[in-house]
């Protein structure tokens, strides 16, 4: 089985930054080969793609945070990170951490930790 937890959520002014984190555990002896997700999901949305990176590190945004948000992996450590600076209202959500087991078609989801920017 796979755990993944994340962390670093919380309350932050417009324009503040926060570092989440996704830590994983359990059967991950192929964390490396795993493409790593963020999503989030705000009041009364669809869960959206905010950003991802192959186990090759490429990584892809979602146009509203590109240049903003930077998703990053330790594989040594077995956890991703998203790192989020000039952050609006509308960052406002839920964040997930995905992971997708390629070899045998499982994916994986965190718990979410809440991020809310507001004044």
């Known amino acids: 089985q796979v755990q993944l937890v994340e962390s670093g959520g919380g309350l932050v002014q417009p324009g503040g930054s926060l570092r989440l984190s996704c830590a994983s555990s359990g059967n991950i002896f192929r964390f490396r080969f795993w493409p790593m997700t963020w999503y989030r999901q705000a009041p009364g949305k669809q869960r959206e793609l905010v950003a991802d990176i192959t186990s090759g590190g490429t990584t892809h945004y979602v146009d509203s945070v590109k240049g903003r948000f930077t998703i990053s992996r330790d594989n040594a450590k077995n956890t991703v990170y998203l790192q989020m600076n000039s952050l609006k209202p509308e960052d406002t959500a839920v964040y997930y951490c995905?992971?997708?087991?390629?070899?045998?078609?499982?994916?994986?989801w965190g718990q979410g930790t809440q991020v809310t920017v507001s004044s």
């Open positions: 995905n992971a997708r087991d390629l070899v045998v078609g499982n994916a994986f």
